[in-house]
C-alpha cells in the first residue's frame, strides 16, 4: 500500500508539472527522472553496480552446418548484436561459424538472418573470425587458451584475457552424452574441461560465464567443472534429455510465411530465451541468478509434452554478479525499471526436438513443393534419404548391443541407464572416444539423429566392454549391410 501510494503522488506530481519553460526541465526528463527516481525508492537502492574493472571478452560459437540448421547460426549471431549494443569491442569477440547459412540459395532473404518472427536482420556487422574449415575444434581451443601459433586460419584473434578480465563463452549446436558438435568433428567434454583448466591454471581470467545449447548439454560439465574455478555454467538441458528448437513453422507465433516454407526453425529455446531476455533489460540491474531463473522457467513447461530442465553448474557464488560484468548493456534499456520488470515473461514456447528439427525441415520442403515439379521430386528423395538413415541407425545400433550384451532388453537398459549428477556420465574418456570411432569405421559417421544412441556407447564403456568386442559387432551389423 505504501509504495501505492507513492506511485500516486508521482503521478499527481507529473500530470500537474506546467509546461516546459526556460526555467522548468523538459517533461521527458522529468518523466524519467521521477520513474528512475521510484525504481530506486522500490529497490531501497540508488546506484548502480559499478563498471566491472578489467576487459570483457567474449567466444561465440556454432558447431553445425547445412540450412536445416539454420537456428544455431541465428542465436550466435543474436548473441553478436546483444554483446555490441552491450559495449564489447570487436576486438574482444571472436566469432566460430562455417558461414553457409546466410547466401546459401534455400534462404528465402539472401544476406539476411533473422532468429525471430518479426526480428531485425542479426548477421549484418557479425564478424567472420572463424569460418568453414577455420571453425574447428582445434582452434577453438587454441583461442580459448590464447595460442596464436597454434590457430590455422582465420583471423587469428584469440582470447588473450588476462586475470583482472571476464570471458562469456556461448555455444549453439546438437550434442549428445558427452559431447557437440563441430563442424570437423566433436568436442568431448573432458577434452573442453581439460581446456578450462588449462586457462585456470594460467590465472587467464577473473571470472567466466560460459552458455551452453545442445542436447544432454548437462553431461558436458556434470561431475567434471569443479565449483573453485571461478566458472559458472548453465545448459539447456541437463545430460540425459533433448534441447529443443522453437519459431518452427506451425508455432506460435510462426516464422515469416517464406521461411516456414523451407521448414526453417528461426532458433532455439534456452538461447531465445536469454537472448531475448538480455535485449529488453537493463542488465547492470539484472543477475545471472535472476536470468537462470527467467530462462529455467521459460524453457521447462509443465503444460507441453517437450521441454527440458536448465540446469547450473560449476561456482555458484558467480551467480549474484550482474550480466552486465559480462555481456555489457544496451543503453537504450536504462529506464527499464522494476515495474516492468515484474511484468510476466516473455511468450511460452512451442517446441521441436533438435533430432526432429531437422525431419521437419525436409518435410515442410516435400510439404511445401508445386506438385509434379523437379523440386517435389528432389525434396522426396531428401525426406525418404533422412527416414531411411534413421531407420538404419536403429537396426545398426541394436543389433550391435545385442551382439556386444546377448539381447536387446539389455541393451534397452543400458542405452536408459544414467548417472548421479555429481558423477560424470563416462569414466574412461578414450575408451568412449574409441567406441565411437569404431562406430564410424564400420557403420559411416555418426548422425544427429545417431546422437541418441551415445549413451549406450558410453555405458558400454563404464560396463568395461573393449573396443574388440565392439568392432566385431560394427563389423557384422553395418560392413555387410551399409545403404
Known amino acids: 500500500m505504501k509504495h501505492y501510494n507513492i506511485l500516486v503522488i508521482l503521478l499527481f506530481i507529473i500530470l500537474s508539472t506546467p509546461p516546459f519553460t526556460e526555467s522548468h526541465h523538459p517533461p521527458k526528463l522529468i518523466h524519467t527522472t521521477l520513474l528512475k527516481e521510484t525504481d530506486q525508492f522500490i529497490n531501497g537502492s540508488n546506484c548502480k553496480p559499478e563498471p566491472a574493472k578489467g576487459t570483457r571478452w567474449a ?6 552446418t547445412d540450412f536445416e540448421n539454420y537456428r544455431h547460426q541465428a542465436d550466435v549471431c543474436h548473441a553478436y548484436q546483444i554483446l555490441k549494443k552491450g559495449g564489447l569491442k570487436d576486438e574482444n569477440i571472436i566469432v566460430f561459424m562455417y558461414d553457409d547459412i546466410a547466401f546459401n540459395v534455400e534462404n ?3 544476406g539476411v538472418i533473422i532468429n525471430q518472427p518479426g526480428g531485425e536482420d542479426v548477421y549484418e556487422g557479425v564478424p567472420k573470425d572463424y569460418t568453414q574449415s577455420a571453425a574447428s575444434t582445434a582452434n577453438l581451443f587454441a583461442v580459448i587458451l590464447g595460442n596464436r601459433t597454434a590457430v590455422r586460419g582465420g583471423s587469428g584473434k584469440v582470447l588473450d584475457s588476462g586475470p583482472d578480465d571476464h570471458v562469456f563463452i556461448y555455444y549453439a549446436d546438437h550434442g549428445a552424452t558427452g559431447f557437440v558438435g563441430m563442424p570437423d568433428g ?15 591454471e594460467a590465472k587467464a581470467y577473473k571470472s ?3 552458455y551452453m545449447e545442445a542436447c544432454e548439454s548437462g553431461s558436458m560439465f556434470q561431475g567434471l567443472l569443479p565449483n573453485n574455478w571461478n566458472i559458472y555454467a548453465t545448459t539447456a538441458s541437463n545430460a540425459e534429455e533433448s534441447s529443443y528448437a522453437t519459431y518452427c513453422p506451425d508455432d506460435f507465433p510462426a516464422p515469416p510465411v517464406e521461411f516456414a516454407d523451407s521448414g526453417t526453425c528461426l532458433g532455439d529455446t534456452y538461447s531465445v530465451a536469454w537472448l531475448e531476455d538480455s535485449q529488453m533489460h537493463d542488465l547492470r540491474k539484472e543477475t545471472l541468478e535472476k536470468q537462470y531463473e527467467r530462462i529455467r522457467r521459460r524453457v521447462f513447461t509443465q503444460a507441453l509434452d517437450y521441454n527440458s530442465h536448465v540446469i547450473q553448474h560449476g561456482d555458484m557464488k558467480l551467480r549474484k554478479e550482474s550480466l552486465f560484468t559480462y555481456i ?3 543503453p537504450e534499456n536504462d529506464n527499464y525499471t522494476s515495474m516492468a520488470n515484474s511484468m510476466p515473461l ?11 528439427a531437422e525431419l521437419l525441415h525436409f518435410w515442410f520442403k516435400f510439404r511445401r513443393a508445386p506438385e509434379g515439379s523437379a523440386k517435389k521430386l528432389e525434396a522426396q528423395k531428401e525426406l525418404h534419404g533422412k527416414i531411411s538413415e534413421r531407420i538404419h541407425t536403429d537396426h545398426r545400433m541394436k543389433m550391435i548391443g545385442k551382439l556386444v550384451l546377448g539381447s536387446e532388453n539389455a541393451t534397452m537398459t543400458l542405452l536408459k541407464t544414467t548417472r548421479s549428477s555429481d558423477q ?3 569414466d574412461d574418456w578414450d575408451c568412449y572416444k574409441m567406441l565411437v ?4 569405421e564400420h557403420c559411416g559417421s555418426l548422425s544427429r539423429y545417431g546422437f541418441k544412441y551415445t549413451r549406450l556407447l558410453a555405458n558400454m564403456c563404464n560396463a568395461g566392454i573393449k573396443r574388440e568386442q565392439m568392432a566385431m559387432a560394427s563389423a557384422q551389423a553395418c560392413d555387410k549391410n551399409k545403404p
Not at 566433436?186 to 585456470?200: G, N, P
Open 59 to 64: 567466444v561465440l560459437i556454432a558447431g553445425s
Open 108 to 110: 528465402p532473404r539472401p
Open 186 to 200: 566433436f568436442i568431448y567434454a573432458k577434452d573442453l574441461i581439460d581446456v578450462l583448466q588449462k586457462k585456470h
Open 208 to 210: 567466466m560465464v560460459f
Open 328 to 330: 555489457g548493456t544496451n
Open 346 to 356: 516473455l511468450g511460452r514456447f512451442s517446441s521441436v526436438t533438435q533430432y526432429d
Open 424 to 426: 560424470p556420465v563416462v
Open 437 to 440: 570411432r569404431t562406430y564410424e
